[in-house]
């Protein structure tokens, strides 16, 4: 049933290249430059029409909304909001019919994800899901919505539901930056054709399991972690540090990297590993500063870099390196090798890393 991996968790991050095909198969046509969703394609102008998108969700989910929240922005120009689904159900949220809620899940049957839905639909609000479980509740609560093909993940610790949650949500924005015409055909097919190179591009990643152990063994006793990123890939922390903290019970954080000197950066000493993702475009330069001023406080720095990168290698004590992409897409890549590290971490300090304490898969209470 492992599919000769010892844990669920590691077939799952090594399933993605497949679930993001699954995901996109039959929906991006890219020699036809096309991207057909129905759930999509039959309410278009409630999208096209929106005041804004609201995205709710919860853990993982939340993270990837926060991805989708730069995607549509800076894709197709429309204005995002992302909450906590427990935060936005009781906070008496103003909601009108011209607003459009996205609501993530992966199990579908997330309590609090489920409730914010029923009272956007009540305020008459367009409610969209993208559900992993085909038939789940949330699916079945939601005016429309587009399914993560990821199939069955069963580890408790959320890998290819949000690699997949990423890839409908990125389809979505192409999709509707099209319509708006804010992307120019030839564009739009780049973005198309380089979707269609994601899944090689995270088999490519994969290949640093090795190192990524490496890495794991040398940090594996720590007590606390920090994860920085800014952009696209500030939500890529917080998932780094979720992953972390849930299965290895480490203490660890996610920050955007430019916030750490707003109060992080007393934590810094010769003890902390700093996780840093520094990708090349996504505000690179920005990003070598803070690993500046986080070496110059004796932090360990373990960055993901693009491929060939050589001024982050000359100052990090660790480099993963993941292939060029449009940073819009990095994402899907940079993730990967923090799914990897604390898989090994949770391994190495003896967790039980499919079925962490206190967790469950699906949090069907509120
Ligand atoms: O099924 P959902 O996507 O609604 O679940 C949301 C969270 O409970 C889930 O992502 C949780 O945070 C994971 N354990 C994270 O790995």
Redesign the pocket.
Known sequence: EKGGYDHFMLKEIYEQPRAILDTYRGRLLADKGLIKMAGVDENIEKFLNANRIIIV?????WHAGLVAEYIFEDLARIPVEVEYASEFRYRNPVITDKDVLIA????G??AD?LAAIKLAKEKGAFVFGVCNVVGSSISRETDAGAYTHAGPEIG???TK?FTTQITVLTLIALKLAKEKGVFSQSKYHEFLTELENIPSKVEKVLLSNALVEQVAAVYKDATNCLYLGRGYNFPVALEGA??LK?ISYIHAEGYPAAEMKHGPIALIDEHMPVFVIATKKGHYEKVVSNIQEIKSRKGKIIAIVTEGDEMVRDLADHVIEVPETFESLTPLLTTIPLQLLSYHIALMRGCNVDQPRN?AK??TVE
């Open positions: 969700a919860c853990g993982t989910s993530i899940s992966q199990s049957e997330t994800t408790v610790a959320s539901a979720l992953k849930e967790l699906s949090v």
